[in-house]
């Protein structure tokens, strides 16, 4: 079974197999997680990101897929990006946020990852409440199956800490 562990900071600071990037479908950068894992990552990311769209992901990736890069200056193997939805009040999209999180499991399996560091996704900019997302998170996570040994939840704030510290005890 897959050891979770909690870490209030910054995921661009972490070393792991894999840190996963909150993306937005466009794989090009943008705000929040996405804007610092390219800024701290560097160019090599970026131009992994525009290899994929000239290939596969000519439209842009799917909202709760996944694909991986290299970690370009991370201290990780591989960045794994994942596109979680925006919160709506009218339609449960819980589906899509979980698939997120076992998606990104999926890649890093792939990539024989054992460490892979998450940040709550979709509970920014796309306004996820936090204790919802932290819920689907973890729950998703003991459920995956997978081969990662330790999936590391790396949480920017104390709010989003407790949510999760909660979930997990």
């Known amino acids: ?54 290939s596969r992901y000519g439209k842009g990736l799917a909202t709760g897929q996944a694909v991986a890069t290299t970690a370009g200056r991370l201290q990780a193997g591989h960045v794994v990006h994942t596109v979680g939805p925006v919160w709506s009040r009218e339609e449960d999209r819980s589906a899509l946020l979980a698939s997120c999180y076992r998606e990104s499991l999926r890649v890093a399996d792939e990539l024989g990852a054992r460490t892979v560091a998450f940040p709550a996704i979709s509970t920014g900019v796309y306004g996820w409440p936090i204790d919802d997302g932290a819920r689907i998170a973890v729950e998703t996570v003991r459920a995956s199956g997978t081969a990662v040994e330790e999936v590391r939840f790396v949480l920017f704030d104390e709010r989003a800490y407790a949510a999760f510290e909660a979930r997990l005890a």
């Open 1 to 54: 079974m897959v050891r979770i562990t909690l870490v209030q900071g910054d995921i661009t600071a972490e070393k792991a197999d894999v840190i996963v990037n909150a993306a937005n479908s466009s794989l090009l950068g943008g705000g929040g997680v996405d804007g610092a894992v390219h800024r701290r990552g560097g160019p090599e990311i970026l131009a992994a990101c525009r290899a994929l769209r000239a």
